[in-house]
């Protein structure tokens, strides 16, 4: 089991930028892939971006490709989603999670129990 903490959400203005941590601590995870995912109200929860364990191999929604970039610091148990030029659509709670892969990760067949997540706010 590997407990997830995700974090760095909060208010910005459409256009803005942020970035958010997802921290891992238990079973180590440095050979599977992360992802991020995110959840508005009333909709389902869906894939942002993934990584591989290695960090050489990335994948990403469209609606977030050059806009969003994804990195990882396995010294530091620690993924990232840098977010830029962010929009009202972007709105949701951010979570992270395991899988096996990048492919994996990108149709949800993820690991772990799902963390908080972390309140992404864009205003117009």
């Known amino acids: 089991q590997v407990w997830l903490v995700e974090s760095g959400g909060g208010l910005v203005q459409a256009g803005g930028s942020l970035r958010l941590s997802c921290a891992a601590s238990g079973r180590t995870w440095t050979t599977n892939a992360v992802g991020w995912f995110r959840q508005s109200p009333g909709k389902e929860r869906e894939f942002v971006a993934a990584?591989?364990?290695?960090?050489?191999?990335?994948s990403y929604a469209d609606s977030v490709k050059g806009r969003f970039t994804i990195s990882r610091n396995n010294y530091k148990n620690t993924v990232y989603l840098q977010m830029n030029s962010l929009k009202p659509d972007d709105t949701a709670v951010y979570y992270c999670?395991?899988?096996?892969?990048?492919?994996?990760?990108?149709?949800?067949?993820?690991?772990?129990?799902w963390g908080q997540g972390t309140q992404v706010t864009v205003s117009s």
């Open positions: 990584i591989g364990w290695t960090a050489e191999t990335t």
């Open positions: 999670n395991t899988a096996l892969d990048t492919i994996q990760a990108s149709r949800g067949l993820t690991f772990d129990s």
